[in-house]
Every structure is written in structure tokens, then in C-alpha cells.
């Protein structure tokens, strides 16, 4: 059910930016990619702590045992965190190329960036 929901959500990031014409855009494309990693290494990290749980426990000298957060867990979180971050970046992206007016405004870098030389 959430893979489902994230491909639904990914599959409207892609919408919108066709719909502005930004797909083919470098730094939405390259932006995007790194979204998509992000969103399979989150599903690996779920996938591993359900199986294994939130809870690792090690053996030190002694036979004394400790008990520690999973170390997936720490790793879910930041990737959580930088996939919120990557996907505003996306959604800034679409929303400044969306709002140029680039028949008013000439501007080469971001006609070679946009393809439209």
C-alpha cells in the first residue's frame, strides 16, 4: 500500500513537471533521479526493520549484552529527511521554470539548461 502511494506521488511529480514543461529540464532530471534512489533505499530500510526490528543487541566482554536502536533506524530517518528536502527541491524547481516568461526575458544559460537554443 505505501509503494503504491509513493508511486502515485511520483508519478504526479512527473505529471507536473510535463505539464510546465520541465521534464527534460537538467536539474529537474537529475533532481528527480536522485528522488527515486532515495525512495528505494527508504523501501530497503523499511523492508529491514520489519524483518529484523528496531532493536540490535551486542555482546561485550563479559557476556554482558546491551541493547541499541537498530542502526536501519538512524539511516531511515536521515534518508526520510533528505527525501523531503529533495522532493521541495523538485516542486521549487517546477514552480520557478513554470513561472519564467522565457519569451520576455533572454537568457542563454537557461536556454542551453531547458533545450531551447
Same mark, same amino acid.
Given at each position: 500500500?505505501? !509503494?503504491? =502511494?509513493?508511486? &502515485?506521488?511520483?508519478?504526479?511529480?512527473?505529471? =507536473?513537471?510535463?505539464?510546465?514543461? /520541465?521534464?527534460?529540464? #537538467? #536539474? #529537474?532530471?537529475?533532481? #528527480? &533521479? %536522485?528522488?527515486?534512489?532515495?525512495? @528505494?533505499?527508504?523501501? @530497503?530500510?523499511? *523492508?529491514? +526493520?520489519?524483518?529484523?526490528?528496531?532493536? /540490535?543487541? *551486542?555482546?561485550?566482554? &563479559? @557476556?554482558? &549484552?546491551?541493547?541499541?536502536?537498530?542502526?536501519?533506524?538512524?539511516?531511515?530517518? %536521515?534518508?526520510? @529527511?533528505?527525501?523531503?528536502?529533495? /522532493?521541495? +527541491?523538485?516542486?521549487?524547481?517546477?514552480?520557478?521554470?513554470?513561472?519564467? =516568461?522565457? *519569451?520576455?526575458?533572454?537568457?542563454?544559460?537557461? !536556454?542551453?539548461? =531547458? *533545450? %531551447?537554443?
Amino acid at each position: 500500500m505505501v !509503494n503504491k =502511494n509513493l508511486n &502515485k506521488q511520483t508519478q504526479e511529480i512527473l505529471e =507536473n513537471a510535463q505539464k510546465y514543461s /520541465v521534464e527534460q529540464n #537538467f #536539474f #529537474f532530471l537529475t533532481t #528527480f &533521479k %536522485r528522488y527515486q534512489v532515495q525512495l @528505494d533505499i527508504l523501501n @530497503d530500510l523499511e *523492508k529491514t +526493520i520489519k524483518e529484523e526490528g528496531t532493536l /540490535v543487541t *551486542k555482546e561485550y566482554v &563479559k @557476556d554482558r &549484552k546491551n541493547v541499541y536502536s537498530h542502526p536501519a533506524v538512524a539511516d531511515y530517518n %536521515r534518508t526520510t @529527511d533528505s527525501a523531503n528536502k529533495t /522532493v521541495s +527541491i523538485l516542486m521549487r524547481i517546477i514552480s520557478t521554470l513554470k513561472n519564467r =516568461n522565457y *519569451k520576455n526575458v533572454e537568457d542563454s544559460l537557461l !536556454n542551453i539548461l =531547458n *533545450k %531551447r537554443i
